[in-house]
């Protein structure tokens, strides 16, 4: 390989290598702020016997999506360390009993 050569690849490797210390360097990411809704109904249908159904981020809220290239690059759609998770809402329903 000519030196010319051997230049250009060193180059272009200490720009990769700025553009992943950049990359690194923004981690962080600030995030607006979200309004959160969580709803619960609970009945007793028996003495014993209790029923609730609910929703936890009832309407879907999602944080901002990761401005890191290299973890769009990965495939990493929302930050890991969202201030409310990334998986969207969560509906249940839970059936409660008493043994006493």
């Avoid at 360097?25 to 009945?43: G, I, K, Y």
């Avoid at 930050?79 to 009993?97: E, I, L």
Wanted: glycine share 8%; proline share 4%; aromatic share 12%.
């Amino acid at each position: 390989m000519g030196s010319s050569r051997r230049g250009e690849l060193l180059r272009r490797l200490d720009r990769r290598r700025a553009e992943c210390r950049a990359d690194a360097l923004s981690f962080d990411q600030t995030f607006p702020a979200r309004w959160l809704v969580n709803l619960e109904a609970t009945r007793r249908i028996a003495e014993k016997l209790t029923v609730a159904v609910g929703a936890e981020n009832a309407f879907s809220a999602y944080p901002e999506k990761d401005a890191r290239l290299s973890q769009i690059n990965n495939g990493i759609i929302y930050p890991q360390f969202s201030p409310f998770g990334f998986n969207g809402g969560f509906w249940y329903v839970r059936v409660s009993t008493k043994f006493k």
